[in-house]
């Protein structure tokens, strides 16, 4: 079964384990969803991120409701992936899928 990116928010009565920061802001988009730490670390420390020369493929897609795009670059030998690379424009879910990809 494959990583799940978002975790429920922690009710009033059971804080999160994940702990918070001092100072923090809140906003309400941050009560309505919480990203599990796998797509916090992707987003903040993105493997495999930038352009490859000389890829054997390329493939690149679009979601215009979001503006974002999303570019992969592919090296392979005999018959498997040796090497992934991608370039991102986009929110951080985004960043961290191409990244975990």
Do not use: K, W
């Not at 978002?6 to 384990?17: L, N």
């Not at 916090?40 to 993105?46: A, L």
């Amino acid at each position: 079964m494959g990583t799940s990116f978002f975790r429920a928010p922690a009710s009033p009565t059971q804080p999160d384990a994940g702990g918070g920061s001092e100072g923090a802001v809140e906003t309400s988009f941050d009560r309505l969803v919480q990203y599990s730490p796998t797509l916090i670390d992707h987003f903040r420390n993105p493997r495999n991120a930038g352009v490859m020369r000389e890829p054997d493929g390329v493939g690149e897609d679009e979601f215009t409701e979001c503006m974002d795009l999303a570019r992969f670059y592919l090296r392979v030998r005999d018959g498997r992936v040796e090497e992934a690379r991608f370039q991102a424009y986009g929110c951080g879910p985004t960043l961290a899928a191409c990244s975990a990809g």
